[in-house]
């Protein structure tokens, strides 16, 4: 199957900083997709994109399926931030393998 | 009312008990997914129900039962579970098996004693 890697693993962060969080394929992919898992648990999607840029406030997200990459964009973190951010990618949602996720701490 | 409401939010069993997880969708999606989270592990899918019909069962342990009643309702049924069952069981809904954002529920937070 398909190979998911993310980095960083670990990421802190002050208030108000940028960063950005990078997801690898080992294989081409037609389903490629960003989520943010709150405190309490719940995976939240921020964005469905198997290839292309797509910008929803502060969160923009690009794909570069030839590459087999994708990054997320945070910019002007804010606390509410802070979680772990997974990317999922393959062939339909019944094929879907998640990475194990970037954990980032926003710092006041 | 949110999308994908998930009961109970968390549950203690012991190894003989029998239980089950429920889950419910308010977005009129025809696929339904149960996911496995375990520590310092990466989502496992367990099942995938498509128009309330099974599509994917992902070699997971009989001690595990999904029942599908209808396309807002999702079940998990647990019985003889085992201590390295313990793991947030999560919920997902998309609009068809094949593609689109899938939508998670918040979780049920399993122990197994």
């Known amino acids: 199957g398909i190979q998911v890697e993310q980095s960083p693993p670990d990421l802190i962060l002050q208030e108000g900083a940028n960063s950005t969080l990078r997801c690898n394929f080992s294989d081409s992919v037609n389903n490629l997709q960003w989520f943010h898992q709150n405190p309490w648990g719940q995976l939240i999607n921020l964005f469905y994109i198997p290839s292309g840029t797509k910008q929803n406030g502060r969160l923009s997200a690009t794909t570069v399926a030839t590459e087999r990459y994708s990054l997320l964009y945070i910019s002007s973190s804010q606390t509410t931030d802070s979680g772990v951010y997974f990317c999922a990618g393959g062939f339909g949602n019944e094929k879907l393998t998640f990475g194990t996720g970037t954990r980032l701490t926003i710092i006041p | 009312e949110t999308g994908v409401t998930q009961t109970p939010r968390h549950l203690v069993m012991g190894m003989t008990n029998k239980k089950s997880l429920k889950c419910e969708q308010h977005l009129g999606h025809n696929a339904m997914y149960w996911y496995k989270q375990s520590a310092k592990k990466p989502l496992e899918l367990m099942f995938v129900?498509?128009?309330?019909?099974?599509?994917e069962n992902n070699s997971v342990p009989s001690r595990f039962s999904p029942e599908c009643p209808n396309s807002s309702h999702l079940f998990l049924h647990l019985h003889t579970l085992q201590p390295e069952d313990s793991a947030l069981y999560l919920c997902?809904?998309?609009?068809?098996?094949?593609?689109?954002?899938?939508?998670f529920g918040e979780g049920s937070r399993l122990t197994v004693l």
């Open positions: 129900y498509s128009l309330e019909e099974r599509v």
């Open positions: 997902a809904t998309s609009t068809s098996s094949g593609t689109g954002e899938l939508f």
